[in-house]
């Protein structure tokens, strides 16, 4: 099992940034892939963006392209998503996920997931 928790959410205004974290614990060896999701009420749960454990590859949505990056410190277990220039539209509750492999854009081929932590933009 792996657990994952996030941290990081609030309240910014638009233009703003915050800095997402997700701590993960467990049998991390196991996954090879690490993902931020998003989900927006009344919206279906959104691919935002992935790394992996290993090498330097990072997926982004386009919608995030350029404002969102993501980075992790394997020393610490630890994913990092860092939201900049932020919009209305990126509210949602923000989730981290993680998977051994599989279509890293599709939830589904996800294992495991955090309680998400939740991200208001206000205009």
């Known amino acids: 099992q792996v657990q994952l928790v996030e941290s990081g959410g609030g309240l910014v205004q638009a233009g703003g940034s915050l800095r997402l974290s997700c701590a993960a614990s467990?049998?991390?060896?196991?996954?090879?892939?690490l993902g931020w999701f998003r989900q927006a009420p009344g919206k279906e749960r959104e691919f935002v963006g992935c790394i992996r454990w290993i090498g330097r590859n990072t997926y982004y949505a386009d919608s995030v392209k350029g404002r969102f990056t993501i980075s992790r410190d394997n020393a610490k277990n630890t994913l990092h998503l860092q939201m900049n220039v932020l919009k209305p539209e990126d509210t949602a509750v923000y989730y981290c996920?993680?998977?051994?492999?599989?279509?890293?854009?599709?939830?589904?081929?996800?294992?495991?997931w955090g309680q998400g932590t939740q991200v208001t933009v206000s205009s």
């Open positions: 996920a993680a998977m051994p492999s599989g279509n890293y854009r599709n939830p589904a081929s996800y294992a495991y």
């Open positions: 467990g049998r991390t060896f196991s996954t090879d892939v």
